[in-house]
């Protein structure tokens, strides 16, 4: 018999604000993070913008309250500012901490340092403050680190499925609590930007110079972003000893798998409706118990032309409203499974629906339009939230409100 | 001078070569057949490879994927495209 | 929820790719660097899949096509990867060929499959399975995170047969970082000394090792696999003893029961010491093997012992290669505990048994 799981706090900084309120604020005022570099250094600062977090990495340690030049990287430190407002936000006391389990998901992970060090690293005659990022690249590394900032032993993991890895984060927390492994766990990712990612994704012909257009004809195609979100997620006994409250309860997900392309997904969006499907059976509702999803909508061509038509094909009339909150943030990747898990808590908090910013024209194939204005107030009971990613990975999850 | 038909000899040799295409023979690819699709089992990863491949050896820079498609659609249009607008 | 291991593929630097000869004719290195011993990829891969492939890529399809034919399984209900460091071979192409062209001109391929989830992406795609797809990775548990995620699947009834496994490279980027952490060793030796020298440090391994993970089991079953315990950072020897012998009551069982005890021993005289000591207190009759002269270090290692675990049980046979302590010759082997550590910080104990007259259908 499986528990049910529910979320008591969440924690996020993404380019539109370096915590829950500051983010929530700029999603009700249309305030988006698009814009030139500030630090990242890279060829392309005058051509190809992003969503940068508006913190140096000197400020983000002051701010995670760690040192200067202790070799965490610029993942790791994000990861450690909404982690730690996450656990606040759920009200964890240190010992509810140092009995929970940590998931997180990264694919960027340490790079942005590798890349900038990389050949002073290589060099076993170089010697400088570089050292520090000695061994700091791979995904587990952040992992670690806010490990041993909350002195997490338990069910520690690090989830690296391209851009549904956060949601997979939170569906693995799901199952750790659901049948009794744990009784609380912190689940999401932090990804910060770098040069590899960034000429990565260029390389594959995916990034529109200007700001991105989700759902609409003439998108073409996304910007990047970063930033990091954590959930909390515990058993209903686990909160409830401590007299403290939930917001959401986790009552459905789905990861499966496309099989389609290596980076593309099938137009016809197979994956994307067999993911909400499966999400929907396991909640036990019906289409017409959702609100709201908060749609991938990455803004490439194929991306928005698959999930669209998965959308339509299985609400068809009673499509909901839905939005792409990427515009805001930007593709977060590896984070942006948790960071949009955190917009849709916000979203039953508020009693409010975030627009899909830039969206003018309908797309040919698609019926239904996404959402444009900041609806508020809006009564939600349940709301669907996808992820997919290269590999054919297709993942969402439902939250249903407390 | 290059004439258009030796720009296509040579191009053969370089997609086969950067697509790594073991053990097939540039004259066995027939410059008026669609270069993707279901018959030759390339697909838009190759493609972006031969934006690169257009880039390096040829000096063009092709940003746009709805132009890249038309470019590439066979290696004479490839060539055609190539010969207008090469600056090496 | 039982979990049956039905089938295995493992390329590693001995020849263990087709299942026969085990561990026989052990390949000796003496650069400190272990690399694998490959079957001809186009016995697995179709040729025109085959042109883009990297070569970890390759052993990748190759190890998780050998398992699944061992198994008897076509598509499997889920696919679950894991690795240390991922695909380096092509992220240090792609890295450098920004660094040195000016970000201009980069080959999109070395950045597609550099990502963490190219294998498993790959899989589902040459096998049509559309089910549960994730991948693990980082320098400590990706594997065993895997595995548990397996076995939680199992016990949920969202698949019948999983397919696992694990990937690493031995890299010259990772070897050169590692060397100056004092991971490895600084005197250059040969594989087959690595338990004599007594030093401190260890030598860089690779491989690739997938599993299918079944509900049911059948004939052809390897072993059963039990349980899987991490234990991240001990704060010192006391906890990781206790650690193991709260696993093993879990399981009802005490030091005793324990017939062949694999030690994720690297070579390391400092790393090694709580390894060493487990042996000694824990396990004083259980005969012992050792396993990381053949294959070296690497973050996923665990897999290295899993096979080996799972093929003395299916074999009931314990290659000289690997023996340290040697059992009872008319001894059956039932049980067989793994006990690895990555680099003395991430533990892990496994725990496999076989039945003493083998499997049969259900």
Aim: net charge negative.
């Amino acid at each position: 018999m499986s528990r049910r799981v529910f979320i008591t706090g969440y924690g996020v900084i993404t380019a539109i604000g370096n915590n829950a309120e500051e983010n929530c604020t700029s999603l009700i005022h249309r305030r988006c993070g698009f814009g030139k570099l500030d630090f990242l250094e890279t060829v392309h600062r005058d051509r190809l913008f992003a969503c940068e977090v508006k913190l140096s990495d000197d400020a983000l340690c002051r701010l995670a309250g760690v040192s200067i030049g202790a070799g965490y990287t610029r993942t790791t430190l994000l990861g450690l500012v909404a982690a730690k407002e996450a656990i606040a936000a759920a009200g964890l006391s240190d010992a509810d901490v140092q009995h929970a389990g940590l998931i997180s998901a990264t694919t960027a992970g340490g790079i942005r340092e590798l890349e900038r060090h990389f050949y002073d690293l290589q060099d076993p005659g170089k010697k400088g403050a570089f050292v520090a990022y000695l061994d700091t690249a791979d995904p587990g590394e952040h992992t670690e680190r806010l490990a041993e900032y909350f002195h997490i032993k338990k069910c520690l993991g690090t989830v690296s499925n391209a851009c549904s890895s956060a949601a997979n984060a939170i569906i693995l927390g799901e199952r750790l609590v659901a049948h009794g492994e744990i009784d609380c766990v912190i689940c999401g990712g932090a990804e910060a930007l770098s040069k590899v990612t960034i000429n990565g994704f260029n390389a594959l012909m995916i990034l529109d110079r200007e700001h991105c257009k989700p759902f609409d004809e003439n998108r073409n195609g996304l910007n990047l972003g970063e930033g990091a979100a954590y959930i909390v997620l515990e058993s209903e006994g686990s909160f409830q000893r401590s007299g403290r409250r939930a917001i959401a309860e986790l009552a459905g997900y789905a990861n499966v798998n496309e099989a389609f392309h290596q980076t593309a997904s099938s137009p016809q969006g197979t994956g994307a409706l067999e993911a909400m499907k499966r999400t929907l059976a396991k909640a036990g509702m019906d289409t017409a118990d959702i609100d709201y999803i908060n749609a991938h909508g990455t803004a490439t061509e194929n991306n928005d032309l698959s999930e669209g038509l998965a959308i339509q094909r299985l609400f068809g009339d009673r499509t909901p409203p839905f939005s792409s909150t990427k515009p805001y943030t930007g593709h977060t990747t590896s984070a942006a499974g948790s960071v949009e898990a955190a917009f849709c808590l916000m979203a039953f908090q508020q009693g409010c629906l975030f627009p899909n910013i830039n969206f003018q024209q309908p797309m040919k194939e698609l019926d239904i339009q996404p959402l444009t204005e900041v609806t508020h107030p809006v009564r939600l009971r349940n709301i669907l939230s996808n992820s997919f990613g290269f590999g054919g990975s297709a993942a969402s999850l439902l939250f249903a409100k407390c | 001078m290059q004439t258009l038909e030796e720009l296509i000899t040579l191009l053969k040799a370089q997609i086969i070569e950067r697509l790594n295409i073991d053990g097939m023979d540039p004259e066995e690819l027939d410059e008026d057949m669609p270069l993707f699709g279901d018959i030759t089992g390339l697909d838009s990863i190759d493609a972006l490879e031969l934006v690169v491949l257009i880039h390096k050896r040829y000096g063009i820079k092709i940003t746009d994927s709805k132009k890249a498609r038309k470019i590439l659609y066979n290696v004479r249009t490839m060539a055609e495209y190539i010969s207008e607008h090469r600056t090496a | 929820m039982a979990c049956y291991i039905n089938g295995a593929g493992m390329i590693s630097p001995q020849r263990t790719y087709d299942n026969e000869a085990f561990l026989t004719d052990i390949a000796s290195y003496d650069r400190n660097v272990l690399t694998c011993l490959l079957p001809n990829f186009k016995d697995y891969i179709h040729p025109f899949q085959l042109r883009r492939l990297s070569r970890m890529l390759c052993m990748g399809l190759a190890a998780a096509t050998i398992c699944l034919r061992e198994a008897g399984i076509e598509t499997p209900d889920a696919v679950i990867a894991a690795t240390g460091y991922g695909f380096q071979e092509d992220m240090a192409k792609f890295l450098t060929e920004m660094l040195e062209q000016d970000e201009q001109q980069l080959t999109p391929s070395y950045f597609m499959q550099s990502t963490y989830n190219a294998l498993a992406g790959l899989i589902a795609l040459s096998v049509k399975c559309l089910g549960y797809n994730t991948t693990y990775a980082g320098k400590g548990f990706a594997f065993e995170t895997a595995l548990q995620d397996a076995m939680m699947l199992l016990r949920e009834q969202e698949a019948q047969h999983i397919l696992a496994g694990s990937f690493d490279e031995a890299s010259p980027v990772q070897f050169r970082e590692y060397a100056r952490l004092g991971y490895f060793k600084k005197e250059t030796i040969s594989n087959l000394q690595l338990f004599d020298c007594q030093t401190p440090g260890t030598i860089q391994g690779e491989g690739v090792a997938f599993f299918t993970l079944s509900a049911v089991s059948a004939p052809h079953t390897w072993c059963r696999l039990k349980g899987i315990r991490t234990i991240h950072k001990p704060v010192d020897y006391r906890e990781l003893s206790e650690a193991l012998t709260t696993f093993l009551a879990r399981h009802g069982l005490t030091p005793g029961a324990i017939d062949v005890v694999v030690n994720g021993a690297s070579g390391d005289v400092i790393r090694d010491r709580w390894n060493t000591a487990l042996l000694q207190d824990a396990f004083p009759n259980a005969a012992e093997v050792r396993f990381k002269h053949l294959c070296g270090e690497y973050a996923t290692a665990t897999s290295f012992a899993l096979w080996l675990g799972a093929m003395i049980l299916m074999r009931q046979a314990i290659p000289d290669a690997v023996q340290a302590r040697p059992v009872h010759p008319c001894r059956k082997v039932k049980t067989v505990l793994i006990c690895n550590h990555f680099l003395g910080k991430h533990y892990a104990f496994l725990l496999l048994d076989r039945e003493a007259n083998g499997f049969s259908c259900p």
